[in-house]
């Protein structure tokens, strides 16, 4: 009789320990994991370092223009690099002009990018015939407040970018929503000179200095006669910001 108890006891125990095992070693998961979306700046510094291995030709939006890094491109297979540096979400979409491509001119041709978060930038790759084709912001209405423009695709364009190039040391381009170079060191007494390139208004805004808005074309000049660092930005544009550095 007491074996009979002893034996009920243990199974009754084991019984028991089976039905208490964890969730997790009877079956267990199979839900995937989630990738986690790359932030603005992630996608920016990994479309940084393939630009770095090949050349990308490079086109910015922004509020409101779009700005190509040079007029015109040869024909074939062309890596873009679609940058948005404003504050606002934009597309990118490009099609052949008719208007002004004529027969066989890429007819029909028509790509849209998906819409790119401010900081954003996509690349790609396009298979382009010569013509005359139309770029702009995809997003309803931006087209309309200045984001289009044309672009050319010939065989007789420029491979590099056509950047507009500060003249001396002392000089600042402004172009593709930037100043170009952001930093610049001169002594004291040094004059600087601002140059916009950009179809779309910028200004220089600095403590102590500033332009007037400058229209595509317009030229900005200041003498920096004591030693500091100068901050600046495009008051219509604030994300865009650079420095001179004034050396005694």
């Not at 001169?186 to 332009?211: I, K, L, Y």
Request: charged share 25%.
């Amino acid at each position: 009789m007491k074996d009979a108890i002893r034996l009920a006891t243990v199974m009754l125990v084991v019984v028991a320990a089976a039905c208490s095992a964890p969730a997790s070693e009877e079956q267990p998961t199979t839900q995937p994991e989630q990738e986690s979306a790359a932030s603005p700046a992630e996608v920016k510094k990994k479309d940084d370092s393939s630009k770095a291995r090949s050349h990308a030709f490079e086109i910015v939006l922004g509020e409101w223009a779009v700005t190509p890094e040079a007029k015109a491109v040869r024909p074939g297979e062309v890596t873009f690099r679609i940058v948005n540096r404003g504050t606002m979400t934009h597309g990118f979409e490009i099609e052949v002009d008719d208007d002004h491509s004529g027969s066989g001119g890429g007819e029909g041709f028509k790509f849209e990018t998906r819409l790119i978060e401010p900081g954003e930038s996509v690349r790609v790759r396009l298979d382009l015939a010569p013509g005359t084709y139309k770029i702009e912001c995809l997003v309803d209405g931006h087209d309309d407040l200045g984001m289009e423009g044309f672009l050319h695709v010939r065989r007789s364009a420029r491979t590099g970018a056509e950047q507009a190039e500060p003249s001396s040391g002392n000089d600042v381009a402004i172009q593709g929503f930037t100043f170009a170079p952001a930093e610049i060191e001169v002594t004291a007494g040094t004059e600087v000179t601002w140059a916009n390139a950009d179809p779309t208004e910028h200004t220089v805004t600095g403590q102590g200095f500033g332009s007037d808005t400058l229209a595509e074309g317009g030229r900005f000049s200041h003498r920096f006669d004591r030693p500091g660092t100068y901050r600046y930005r495009c008051a219509i544009h604030p994300e865009m910001t650079a420095e001179v550095r004034v050396t005694g």
